[in-house]
C-alpha cells in the first residue's frame, strides 16, 4: 500500500511514473499495489513532531515559528513547545523562546493547554535553566492548572538535584 496526498496532479503523475519504472525495475506488477489517499493534516503533524527532535538549530527555530503561525493548529502548539522543550540539546532554545513570548503565546492557546509550556521545561536541569524556569513561573502562575504547575516545578528540581548528585558517577563509569 502507498499513500498518495493531494499534492496537485503534475505531482500526482509524476509519482506515478516513478512508481511504476520502479515496479519495472524489481520485476512487479503496479496494479498489485494500492493507492490510496490520506489526510496529509496527519503526516504534516507527524513530521512537525519530528522536529522537536532533532539537534539542529536551524530546525528548531523554524518549528518555534511555526507554532505562532496558522500552519500549526493552535490546539497543537502547546504540545510542540512542550517536546521542543524536552529536547536533550535544543531544549533552552525552546525554552527561551516560549519565556520570552509568553504573552504572544497564551491567547493563541486553550487555557487547559497552557500548562504544557512548563510541562516541557521541566525536564531542564541546567542550574541557570533551573533558576529561569522557577522563577518565571512563580511570577506567571497558571491557575487554572497551578496544582500541576506547582508539581511539574517540584519535578524539575528534583531532577535538578538527582543531575547533580549523580553526573560525576555517570561520567566516570561511562568513561571507562
Known amino acids: 500500500m502507498t499513500h498518495w496526498f493531494a499534492l496537485g496532479l503534475e505531482t500526482l503523475l509524476h509519482k506515478k511514473e ?3 519504472r520502479h515496479c519495472e525495475e524489481i520485476g512487479r506488477d503496479p496494479g498489485t499495489i494500492e493507492l490510496t489517499m490520506g489526510a496529509p493534516v496527519v503526516v504534516t503533524g507527524r513530521y512537525r513532531g519530528a522536529l522537536a527532535r532533532f539537534r539542529d538549530p536551524a530546525l528548531m527555530e523554524r518549528l518555534l515559528a511555526l507554532t505562532v503561525s496558522d ?3 493552535p490546539q497543537d502548539a502547546p504540545f510542540l513547545l512542550s517536546r521542543a ?3 536533550r540539546d535544543l531544549g533552552a532554545i525552546a525554552w527561551r523562546y516560549v519565556r520570552d513570548h509568553w504573552d504572544e503565546l497564551l491567547p493563541r492557546f486553550a487555557a487547559s493547554n497552557v500548562l504544557h509550556l512548563a510541562v ?3 525536564t531542564l536541569t541546567d542550574p541557570e535553566l533551573v533558576a529561569e524556569v522557577q522563577a518565571f513561573f512563580t511570577e506567571h502562575d497558571i491557575p487554572q492548572n ?3 504547575l506547582v508539581q511539574a516545578m517540584e519535578r524539575q528540581r528534583v531532577m535538578a538535584a ?3 548528585r549523580s553526573s560525576g558517577e555517570l561520567a566516570a563509569r561511562f568513561s571507562s
Do not use: C, K, Q, T
Request: proline share 0%; charged share 45%.
Open 18 to 20: 516513478v512508481l511504476e
Open 71 to 73: 500552519e500549526v493548529r
Open 85 to 87: 522543550e524536552a529536547n
Open 120 to 122: 516541557g521545561a521541566r
Open 146 to 148: 497551578h496544582r500541576s
Open 162 to 164: 538527582m543531575r547533580e
